[in-house]
């Protein structure tokens, strides 16, 4: 799926904007607060109904405005994203029907590197568990269908729980053991893809020759409870327990993996700039799974690509882009960081008064 046009209507601090796209890299630079982040979450807003700035999407309507939009041309399908201040829907413009959210992210996977992603190595539980369960929503067909059951029995749990439910607990207790040998198949099988991609000489290799201590960076699988014992016993010995306390001690909700280098935690030895690069090749690394499963590229969206990269890791970055023909949207605030060796579709963006501009 190539992306060739966007239009986005009251967004952030557009109240209009258009970007014919080109097939490989594209790049918008402009000053601190002029758009860049705004044009991005636009984007990411259209081909995912979600914001990575916010929960509360209204917040990315434009000051006082009503209704926002963001239409989206490919090669295939256009897709129309209405945001309101109540509702969010996506129009599938070829057969003027509304579109699923499940179905517009398969027809659209994204790789989203942004600034939250930056720390990603340093991340809360929750936050690797997403990284995980996008990329098994892609891969994996059973896993949407498992995550929204285990879903359902943590939160019913929890009900019991909060209300002392002592009986009614067991069903959903018994419902978790039998569902969880499946989950943690899946996460480990992915864990075990993701250590033999990085022992692996891949298309990221160039990052591994510049960036050496990649090499000893390795991911351990932490199930949410301890394997030894066993799921069914832990929520056997804990049964008072929780009730004391009204919430889950154990369990596939605290699932969640380790990044280590050689045998100590990543985040607690390597710089910010290290931290970054392992990041921004972790999320290439999902991109190349998720691509090599749907047999379509992941749109790349990267915001100030600059920060913390070196200039070489900048390079390597556009070089593996460029190489691998993947269709890129990135912000920087320099336009010299984006090297025209490499054919990049460029954008300017400032803000006039209260509104921004887009201009090729
Ligand atoms: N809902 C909104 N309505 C109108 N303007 C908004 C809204 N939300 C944010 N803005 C404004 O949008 C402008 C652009 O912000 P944005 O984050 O896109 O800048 P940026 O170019 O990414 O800056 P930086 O280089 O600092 O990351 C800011 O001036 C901000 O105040
Ligand atoms: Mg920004």
Redesign the pocket.
């Known amino acids: 799926m190539i992306i060739q046009n966007i239009k986005i209507q009251n ?4 109240d209009f904007a258009e970007l014919p796209m080109e097939s490989g890299i594209n790049a ?1 630079y ?12 636009a984007i990411y807003f259209g081909l995912s109904l979600k914001s990575f ?1 916010t929960s509360k999407t209204e ?5 006082n ?1 009503l209704k926002g939009e963001i239409l989206i041309t490919s090669n295939r399908k256009t897709i129309r994203a209405i945001k309101n201040k109540t509702s969010t829907i996506a129009i599938d413009e070829n057969n003027e029907k509304k579109i699923a959210r499940k179905d517009l992210l398969m027809l659209f996977p994204t790789c989203l590197i942004e ?1 939250k992603e930056f720390s990603f190595t340093d991340a809360q539980p929750d936050y690797k568990r997403k990284y995980l369960n996008k990329i098994l929503f892609y891969v994996e067909q059973d896993f949407d269908n498992l995550h929204e059951k285990l879903s359902k029995i943590h939160k019913q749990r929890l009900f019991c729980l909060r209300n002392g439910q002592k009986n009614e607990i067991l069903v959903w207790n018994k419902a978790l053991i039998e569902i969880e040998p499946q989950i943690t198949t899946l996460n480990k099988r992915l864990i075990n893809d993701l250590n033999n991609f990085f022992t692996s000489n891949s298309n990221l290799s160039s990052f591994f020759v510049k960036n050496d201590w990649l090499k000893g960076i390795n991911f351990q699988y932490k199930p949410g409870f301890d394997e030894n014992i066993g799921l069914e016993k832990h929520i056997h010995n804990n049964f008072e327990k929780e009730f004391m306390i009204n919430k889950p001690l154990v369990g596939l909700h605290k699932r969640n993996f380790n990044i280590l280098l050689d045998r100590d935690i990543a985040s607690s030895i390597l710089s910010r700039g290290q931290q970054k690069v392992l990041s921004c090749i972790l999320h290439l690394v999902s991109k190349e799974f998720i691509e090599k499963s749907l047999k379509i590229q992941p749109l790349v969206l990267i ?2 690509i600059c920060s913390e990269l070196d200039k070489e890791n900048q390079h390597l970055m556009l070089k593996y882009l460029n190489n691998m023909n993947t269709q890129a949207i990135l ?1 920087s ?1 320099e336009k010299i960081a984006l090297d025209p060796k490499f054919n990049v579709n460029l954008f300017h ?1 400032e ?1 006039k008064g ?1 509104i ?1 501009n887009v201009k090729r």
Do not use: A, F, H, P
């Open positions: 967004i952030r601090s557009y918008i402009g000053k601190n607060g002029s758009g860049k982040t705004s044009l991005l979450e700035k917040q990315i309507l434009r000051n405005e600034n915001d100030d912000t605030i963006v803000q209260d921004s």
